[in-house]
């Protein structure tokens, strides 16, 4: 359960069995970006330090990224895509180059960005030659009239936007390959998220599909110079996904949602429940039609109704006002913000 609200009204720091919740240090005091990698069992006794130390300088590079663009005057659109591309080129996080195979040995992703100015967005679902995924959404959101593309519709159009195309092969590394006949090995039938558990859980969806030790998705939310927020998130699936299966990223109001009256929000963790709930959407419907803060909100859904269906994992979230929320369920999740100093910090685990 929750620690309680403190005189302000807002959800004290909570941990309890792997919950997690994130308050500012000083309240008001205007934040510009935030960012995850991935929520899930993610302990320090599992993790070398130079592995440790690879991903901290991942997360730094891409909030660095960021906030160049915020401080010059840019626009949180700029930001936010700017800075997921950071880490869909990183083999470390499940976007892009890091994205983890299907049950056919295809790395199929997906990739979605709001405007909370004009409430404007784009995604892509299941494609695999697109270089960065999110640039593609932001295109879809931009050069066409709608919201969604998949698959090989989605890639002729990135093409045709003069986005990079590469060869799938670009996205195979040697990890992610032998994650896929891990799980093959141990229950052909069955899907994990990022990489195969030691002691998987089932959960509670239909399939019994396993519940994983990491999420690997990646996001970034941010507020600019102008007032606008910005939401961008990026995945590369479940390890062994079959039928084309499309988690919550790509599906605007459940992994991303952006709207300058309430906040910005990116979501990662087991995509069925956050679809189930419109998780993104629920955090700003929650302060939009409640009055609830941002803290308030998004540990409404992350702590409480998310487990609730059987679920788990985060997101990341900053309102109108640059308070920022990174409230997670598991064990541990990627995560780091930068305020309007230049002050970077990163954190891993609970």
């Known amino acids: 359960m929750m620690a309680g609200l ?3 009204g807002i959800p004290r720091t909570c941990s309890e069995g792997g919950r997690r919740c994130l308050e500012s240090a000083q309240e008001g005091q205007r934040y510009v970006m935030a960012i995850h990698g991935g929520a899930g069992t993610i302990l320090k006794s599992n993790m070398t330090a130079g592995k440790e130390q690879a991903y901290r300088a991942v997360l730094e590079q891409a909030l660095q990224t960021g906030y160049a663009i915020l401080k010059k ?7 936010v895509e700017a800075t997921v591309r950071v880490m869909e080129n990183s083999p470390l996080f499940n976007a892009g180059k890091g994205a983890v195979f299907t049950n056919e040995g295809r790395n199929e992703m997906d990739a979605s960005i709001m405007s909370g100015s004009n409430l404007a967005a784009g995604a892509v679902a299941g494609v695999t030659v697109i270089k960065n995924p999110i640039s593609a959404a932001r295109a879809v959101m931009e050069k066409s009239q709608h919201v969604m593309m998949a ?3 989605a890639e002729k159009f990135a093409k045709e936007a003069g986005l990079e195309i590469v060869d799938p092969s670009y996205f195979r590394t040697e990890d992610r390959w032998k994650a896929l006949q891990r799980v093959k090995a141990a229950d052909p039938d069955k899907a994990r998220l990022d990489h195969d558990s030691t002691l998987p859980k089932t959960s509670g969806i239909p399939g019994g599909a ?9 996001g970034a939310v941010a507020l600019d110079q102008q007032g ?26 459940a992994g991303t949602y952006a709207n300058n009256a309430t906040c910005a929000v990116s979501c990662t963790g087991w995509g ?10 629920s955090v700003s419907d929650l302060m939009e039609y409640r009055g609830w803060s941002l803290q308030q909100a998004a540990a409404e859904l992350i702590l409480e109704k998310v487990p609730a269906l059987g679920g ?9 006002d640059g308070n920022i929320a990174m409230p997670f369920s598991t064990a541990g999740m990627y995560r780091g913000s930068v305020t309007e100093d230049g002050k970077i910090t990163v954190e891993i685990y609970k």
Do not use: Q
């Open 6 to 8: 403190n005189t302000a």
């Open 73 to 79: 005057g840019g626009s949180s659109l700029d930001a």
């Open 151 to 153: 698959g090989a519709g």
């Open 210 to 218: 396993h519940r994983d030790d990491k999420f690997g998705t990646v």
């Open 228 to 253: 606008n927020l910005a939401a961008a998130t990026s995945t590369g699936g479940m390890t062994n996904k079959k039928f084309g299966r499309i988690g919550d990223s790509p599906i605007i109001g």
């Open 272 to 281: 069925e429940y956050f679809i189930r709930l419109c998780v993104a959407k």
């Open 312 to 320: 788990d994992g985060g997101l990341i979230a900053i309102d109108k």
